[in-house]
């Protein structure tokens, strides 16, 4: 079984937006710092953003310079989901994105891959006209 489950993927036109979810029925994603991931074909996997542990760290957020004041990571503690709300998107942002947790203690947010230890499989976002 999938830890992590991303959907809302799909096609969009450029200048458009999309709302990606990260949902888990087996762990409380509150716990953990939280990363979004995308790979390009062709490209090394890149952290796009993520979200501390709202237990220990409060949820502090961090965004990688090319989406900063594009994308916005939140919680709904309630659902048990992590949102990656996308504007402004742009053909370059086209790639499949990750969402991941890092199930350690005091896990706070970075930006690198090797922190997090929990997968989904993905989910893709095309930008094209």
């Known amino acids: 079984q999938v830890p992590l489950v991303e959907s809302g993927g799909g096609l969009v036109q450029p200048g458009g937006s999309l709302t990606l979810s990260c949902a888990a029925s087996?762990?409380?994603?509150?716990?953990?710092?939280i990363g979004w991931f995308r790979q390009a074909p062709g490209t090394e996997r890149e952290g796009v953003s993520c979200?501390?542990?709202?237990?220990?760290?409060?949820?502090?957020?961090s965004y990688a310079d090319a989406v900063k004041g594009r994308f916005i990571v939140t919680r709904d503690t309630a659902k048990n989901t992590v949102y990656l709300q996308m504007n402004s998107l742009k053909p370059e942002d086209t790639a499949i994105y990750f969402c991941?947790?890092?199930?350690?203690?005091?896990?706070?947010?970075?930006?690198?891959?090797?922190?997090?230890?929990?997968w989904g499989q993905g989910t893709q976002v095309t930008v094209s006209s």
């Open positions: 087996q762990h409380t994603l509150d716990h953990y710092a």
């Open positions: 991941a947790a890092n199930t350690g203690l005091f896990s706070t947010c970075v930006l690198s891959s090797a922190e997090y230890n929990l």
């Open positions: 979200v501390s542990s709202v237990i220990l760290n409060s949820g502090g957020t």
